[in-house]
């Protein structure tokens, strides 16, 4: 994967990371990703990144549980094995509600697990760059990704002024991003940045 | 400060102190990075000796069969479900606590809801080894999964509600896991960052996944915590009361009542808040973190105690009832001799269950009670005494003499073996969980930083301003937002 050109600013304090955010993006800069200890809610917004279909996926994952156990307890109880329990209905659908349920929501726990691991690219022994060893303590780490035309000391003082403790200039492979930024939620064109 | 956030400053505070971001950091990976005390390494050989007794009780048991425990002809199932069934039951209240109440949106679940987690988690392995062992042959123990074989395939019965529970307890279990761990990833981080040996921060590296704290990465895991609680929630109430259709689906007087799934579940509640106590008073006071997990926290739980108490005392309750309203000579037999006359075979269980689970829990009525860590710790131990002799009551006593009296039992107690496995499963439980909290972050780092600057102790200041400002004001500007 290439290398890229990153300047880094570094806020500690969520209330002045916000209007940052807001400045950098209408200043024109492409923020790549925002490093923070914890969810920051608003942020995704903020940033213009599109909503997440994860809970998508789990329904899927989860009604493909629900017929996995229907069609493998119908054909076993009615074609390959029919069992006489005391004369009882081989289809017996209600006696099989507890386990189609139980199986609706593995499926939907562990393919949702897995698919956010996929996504995020998580895995153990997985290296990737990390901006700011306390990006996961107390910092909120902004990292923005330079071009040919940036001006890397111009956008150094630009993210001091709008309140970065700290910045510097990081040349770094990041791996992929399967984030999305979403023309539609661009937020400081017609409503005002949502300082959560 | 969001206006969104707003939180009364009448509400006590989740977080005491005066914390930043990287004091709370520090508070709760402190004891990680420290040399474990004497008394960490006192408890847990003690546990290992436990776990050690139970693992050569255990190899009796499969080495010689079933004869090594005192199950006899009426009494099929003994100390053994009893156990399986008191640890389930332990094991509800981790899940509970961070799915159900974070659909709830309750705050103080943050303080308490890792520790919870990894209680249920051990619980549950826990509970798993009895009917395992019961088995008899445990190396037939694959049995139970429906695949197809070379017997036919003979497969399972999927009408049977002890096939039910294999499905309920391994999801659960797995769906426990997972909760538990895309919870810790973030923390594993935290605890990355800022080792200060290599093999640390080599160890942590891998437990973390290579998480960076990206904005979009965060937005998913908001997306699956969310949706994997909206799952637990309904899991967690289906597993006990899969569990009770082991009892309730049968024709034995004393089980075949249909109160009780509602009734299995609350007493799982009410002994998971318990355990949760024990293990809380001795965790915040050894690893110091009173700040986290506050008396706040701890009467919250001691509320949950007392209501879920007194729902299994009305249970006991209409239970009594239809034994006798029912006119079943049988029923009433088993309730209203075998249970509730305190001079029958096993009438002391019934009593000892009711004093500890029924009577006792009412002095949380009283706010002192529910703030004073003595009697919650002393309340929490006899809540478990008093649910472990609800099963041992609902089993034995319903078996020990059944319909006909050629048949009813001598009297059944347990031989050392038996008792060994569950003091194993003990030594187990705590083996585990001693090692969590010497290395894991027993509070979850990053939901205490979200809730930090609402309900921090400091940041109440900001609330009282807000809460000057007259109606109008706060009215439009939450609009304007």
Known sequence: ?196 | MSLLKYESQLREPLVNGNKTYAQVTEDIVRPIEAKPSKLWYIGFYISVALLMFGVYSVYREVTYGIGQWNLNKTIGWGWDITNFVWWVGIGHAGTLISAILLLFRQGWRTGVNRAAEAMTIFAVMCAGQFPIFHMGRVWMAFFVLPYPNSRGPLWVNFNSPLLWDVFAISTYFTVSLLFWYSGLIPDFATVRDRAFTKLRKRLYGIASFGWTGSTKHWQRHESLSLVLAGLSTPLVLSVHTIVSFDFATSVIPGWHTTIFPPYFVAGAIFSGFAMVQSLMVVVRKVFALEDYITIGHIEAMNKVIVLTGSIVGIAYLTELFMGWYSQNKYEGYTFWYSRAYLFSPYGWSYWGMMACNVLSPQIFWFRKMRRNLFVTFFMSVLVNIGMWFERFVIIVTSLYRDYLPSSWSVYYSPTVWEIGFYMGTFGLFFTCFFLFAKYFPTIAIAEIKYVLKTTGESYKADMTAIEKESASDFAHKVHAH
């Open chain 1, 1 to 196: 994967m290439a290398k890229k050109k990153f300047v880094v600013g570094c806020f500690d304090d969520e209330n002045v990371l916000f209007p940052a955010v807001k400045k950098v993006r209408t200043a024109g800069y492409k923020i790549h990703d925002v490093y923070t200890p914890y969810p920051v809610h608003g942020l995704d917004k903020a940033l213009g990144l599109r909503e997440t279909s994860l809970h998508t996926a789990g329904f899927i994952y989860g009604i493909t549980g629900t017929t996995t156990a229907i069609s493998a307890i119908s054909w076993i109880f009615t074609k390959d094995w029919p069992l006489n329990i005391g004369g009882k209905p081989h289809f017996a659908l209600p006696a099989w509600v507890p386990i189609m349920f139980e199986l609706t929501v593995l499926f939907a726990a562990v393919g949702m697990v897995l698919t956010f691991c996929y996504l995020c690219q998580l895995a153990p022994f997985v290296k990737k760059h990390h901006f700011h060893a306390r990006a996961t303590d107390d910092l909120f780490v902004m990292a923005i990704e330079c071009t040919d035309k940036t001006n890397v000391d111009d956008l150094q003082a630009f993210l001091s002024n709008a309140g970065a403790v700290e910045t510097n200039v990081q040349v770094a492979e990041t791996g992929w991003w399967l984030g999305r930024y979403d023309k539609d939620e661009m937020p400081f064109e017609n409503k005002e940045v949502a300082t959560a």
